[in-house]
C-alpha cells in the first residue's frame, strides 16, 4: 500500500484528488497540507480520521507518505517540491509557476537522490495522448495542421495544449510550409504559423475544450481528436502518474513520459 | 419526355452530362452543341446515331430540345445561354463567367418569356445543401466559424464554397465578432474574418474537397459537413436541375433556389 | 409585452424558463403554477414581488397571461393544457406524457379557438434543426445511416432523438436496403434497421449527448452532427417557441414546423 | 545503395511500387519478377534498360538485389519468400495468402539466417498508425467503439482493418461491456461485439474506405480516424518498411512493429 500526502487538499483539484486516492485499492490517503483547513471539516473534505493534517510545510513530518501530489498555488509549488525531495518524497505536481531554472535544479536534485517524480503541466489523458500520438504520427506525415476549439470566453489563443502539441511535431519533422505559394484571397484563412505548422483556433459558446490534429499524405488522412467536457478529466491522468512514479528512478516532465 | 441539348458535349463535365442524360428514364439526349465533334465520335462520345450534332450556335433548332444543357467556356456562354431563351429553351447554365449584369439581362428575358431556366455555380448538392443548411441555421445560432479544407495543391484560399457560404450566412445574422477582446498569441490563429464570421483554410495532401460549417450555442452545438471526393458529385444536382426547370417560369440562380 | 405564466416553475426545467423569461425584453413573467412553492422562496426562485404564485389549477385567473410555458408532470400535462386552451392561453408544452388521442384532441380544440400553442417534445435547437435538416437531405441523398452517442449510463438504445431523425427520413425516401447483399463477418456490425435506415448506438463514458446523420451519393457525403453538452441547450428553443407561438392560429406538434 | 527486386512488378500495386522505387535517392530498382512482362513493354512499366527482367522464380540470381518486395498472389507467395530468405534477400511481403503455419516457419528460418523481414496485411500509414495508437490508448481508455465506413459496394462487414484494431485493443484491456445492462428498442443498434468492443459498420455510396476508434473516460474522449481516399497511400507504408528493414535481424508481422 503506497501512502499519499496531497498539498493543496482543499481546493478544487485538491477535493477531487482527495477523492481520487479514496478510490484507489493500492493507495492510501495518510496526510495533507492545507494551511486553512480545520479539523471539523474532515467529513466534508472526506478526510479519514488518521489523516493528518499540517497547516504549515515545516510541520510535515518525513515519512508520512511515500508521494507528494502537489496541487497548489505558483508561489508555493517550488519550496514544495524541494522539501518533498529533501525529506524523501516522491513529488507528483499538477501545480504551475516553476521557472526552467527552477525546473532544472529539481530534477537534477531528484537525480541525485534516485528518487521519482513527475512534474505535469496537463494531466488530461486524452489531450496528454493525443500530443503522444501527434507526435509519432508527423514522423510519417510530415504534412500537418492544428485545429483548437474553446467556448467563447477563452481570452487568449492559440490554447496552450494546441501551441505544446505544434512545438512535439516541430522536433520530429523537417521545418516546411505545406502550400507555399497560396494566394490568400481573404487575410489570415491559413490561420497562425509555427514552424510551417498551421494553427487555427475556433470560439463558439457551447464548446468546451477540443483539440484536433490533421495529418495528410498522399491519398489519406490521419486524424486525432481529443474532447475535454469537464475537469473531472485530469483525475484519470493523476491516477496514472501516483501509478507509476515509484519506477521512475528521477523526476520527468511531462505525463506523456512515462506512458 | 423531355428532350435535352447539352452544350459543350466533348468537354469533361459535358461528358459526364451526357452519360446523366442517357441515364435518365424521363429525358431524351436529342442534339449537342459540339464545335470540334466528328461524326465517328459518336460511339466514344455515347452519343446515339438520332443525336443531331452542331458546329455551330446558328445551326441549332429551335425545337429540337426542351432544355438546353450548358457546360461550355467562359467566352461563350452569354451567347449561348441567349439564343436559348431566344428559340425557346430552357436553360440549365454550369458554365461561370457570365457578368452581373449579363446575368440581370438574362434573367429580366426569361421572365418575359416565361421561361424557366437555372444558372448554377456549384451542382454539387452535398455543398448546396450545407450552403442552404447553414443560411437556415444562422437565424437560430448566430455564432458561427467555417472550416475548409483542400489538397495541398490549391492555389487559393479560401474556397469559393466556404466564401460564398459566409456570405449566405451574412445575410440573415447581425454582424458581431463571437470572441472580441481575444488576444492571439501566435498571430492569425484566429482565421480569416467575414463581417465577424472566422473562416479557416487547412491545406494537406491527401485531403480532396472538404467543408464544415460550426454552430455553437449555449450548451450545444450544430455542425454541418460535405465531403467531395470527385467530379462526379456534380451530376447528382445537374439531374436535380433537368427535372425541376420546367416548374420554373423564369430564371433562377443557385441550385439552393429549387430545392 | 407578452405575459407568461410558467407551470412547474420550481422543477429543474421549470427554474431554467423562469430565469430566461427574466431575461426577456419583451415578455413578462406575471405568474406561475407551482403547488409547493412558499412565498418566502421567491427569491431563490428568481421570482419578482408581483409575479402571482398559484398552488392550484382552479385558481389561475384567465387573463393573467397570454402564454401558458408547461414544464410539469405526465400526470398533469393534459389538464394543464385543457385549462389553459379554455381560459385562452397560448400553450408552449415542453411537458411529454399526452397520449396521441388526447394530442389530436386539444390540437382540434385549438383549431375551433384559433387559439396557436405548441407541443414540442425536443427544445434543443441543435437536435431540432438537424432533424428538419435531415428530412430535406433524404429527398436528394437517399442512403442515409444514423450514428448517435451517450454517455455510458444511459438506459435504452438506440436515443428517441436517433429514432424520430429516422422517421422523418422514411417519411420522404423510398424504403430500401443500401447494402443488401453484403454479409457480416461480425454478427450485427451493421447496426439496427428502421426501414432500411441503419441506426448505430455508441454507449461511452465521458460522452454526453451527440447525434450525427450520414449522407452518401456518388463522389460526395453530407453529415449533420448536434452535441448537447448540457440541459441548458433546451433553452434556445423554448425561446423561440415563446416568440413566435402568437402567430400561429392552432396547436402544432414539434418545433421544427416554425422554424 | 539498396538494391530492390519487385516480384509481380505488373499488377496494379507492382507498378506503384516500381514508380516509387524508382523516385527515392537512397534505393535502386535492380530487377522484377515478373512472369508475363515482355522486354518491350520496358517503358510501359517505368523499367530502366539496366532492370533484369525474370519470368520463372528458378531463374533469379542470387546478389541480383538486397531487399525482395513482394506484391504477387496467394498461390505464389510462400515459395517466393522461401526462395528469398534462401537466396539471402530481405523480403518485404504485402501479399496475403500465408498460412499461420508457412508465417511461423518462415519466420523461423528467417532468425536462423538473422534476415530481416516484414510481412505487412496493411501498408497504409494512415490505419497502421491509428492501430498503434489504438492500442496504446486502450491501456488508459479501456472503454471504446469502433466505426467503419466504406462505399456501399463493399461485400462484408466489418472490414479487415476495424477487426484488426478490436484483437489489438482487446490484448491490452480486461475485456468487459461498457453498458450491459442497457436494452436495445431497435434490435442490433448497439453494433458487432468483439469481446466487449463494439463494431459499427456504415455503408454508403461516396465514401471510400474510413474507420475511427472511439474512447471515452470520465469527462473525456479521444477519438483516431483514418481516411484512405485512393490505392496509392500504400505506398507510404512501403516507403518505410524499405527504409527499415535491413535494421531488423529476422522477419515481423505488421508495419506497426518497425513505427
Redesign the interface.
Known amino acids: 500500500m503506497t501512502k499519499v500526502l496531497i498539498a493543496g487538499a482543499a481546493g478544487a483539484m485538491g477535493q477531487k484528488a482527495v477523492q481520487l486516492v479514496n478510490s484507489m485499492d493500492d493507495m492510501q490517503l495518510t496526510a495533507v497540507l492545507a494551511p486553512h483547513l480545520a479539523d471539523n471539516q474532515r467529513t466534508a473534505n472526506h478526510l479519514a480520521d488518521n489523516v493528518a493534517i499540517y497547516h504549515a510545510l515545516d510541520d510535515v513530518q518525513e515519512g508520512v507518505a511515500n508521494i507528494w501530489l502537489d496541487f497548489t498555488v505558483p508561489s508555493a509549488v517550488y519550496d514544495n517540491v524541494k522539501f518533498a525531495l529533501q525529506h524523501n518524497f516522491m513529488p507528483v505536481v499538477g501545480t504551475t509557476g516553476l521557472t526552467d531554472d527552477q525546473e532544472k535544479e529539481l530534477i537534477e536534485f531528484s537525480e541525485n537522490k534516485h528518487l521519482g517524480g513527475l512534474i505535469a503541466p496537463n494531466f488530461?489523458?486524452?489531450?496528454v495522448?493525443?500530443m503522444?500520438?501527434a507526435k509519432?504520427?508527423a514522423?510519417?506525415?510530415p504534412?500537418?495542421?492544428i485545429?483548437e476549439?474553446h467556448h467563447?470566453?477563452?481570452?487568449?489563443?492559440?490554447s496552450g495544449t494546441a501551441?505544446s502539441t505544434a512545438k512535439l511535431i516541430d522536433q520530429v519533422r523537417p521545418s516546411h510550409q505545406?502550400?507555399p505559394?497560396?494566394?490568400?484571397?481573404?487575410?489570415?484563412?491559413?490561420?497562425?504559423?509555427?514552424h510551417g505548422i498551421?494553427?487555427?483556433?475556433?470560439?463558439?459558446?457551447?464548446?468546451?475544450a477540443h483539440e484536433q490534429v490533421?495529418?495528410?499524405?498522399?491519398?489519406?488522412?490521419?486524424?486525432?481528436?481529443?474532447?475535454?467536457?469537464?475537469?473531472?478529466?485530469f483525475?484519470?491522468g493523476v491516477k496514472?502518474a501516483l501509478q507509476k512514479v515509484a519506477t521512475l528512478d528521477h523526476m520527468v516532465v511531462g505525463l506523456e513520459q512515462i506512458?
Open positions: 488530461g489523458m486524452s489531450a495522448l493525443l503522444k500520438f509519432k504520427a514522423q510519417y506525415f504534412d500537418v495542421e485545429i476549439m467563447a470566453d477563452k481570452k487568449d489563443a492559440p501551441l505545406t502550400s505559394d497560396e494566394t490568400e484571397t481573404l487575410a489570415n484563412v491559413r490561420g497562425g504559423d509555427y498551421k494553427i487555427h483556433s475556433v470560439r463558439l459558446p457551447g464548446y468546451i490533421l495529418f495528410g499524405g498522399a491519398g489519406e488522412a490521419l486524424t486525432i481528436r481529443q474532447d475535454s467536457f469537464d475537469r473531472q478529466s483525475m484519470s496514472v506512458l
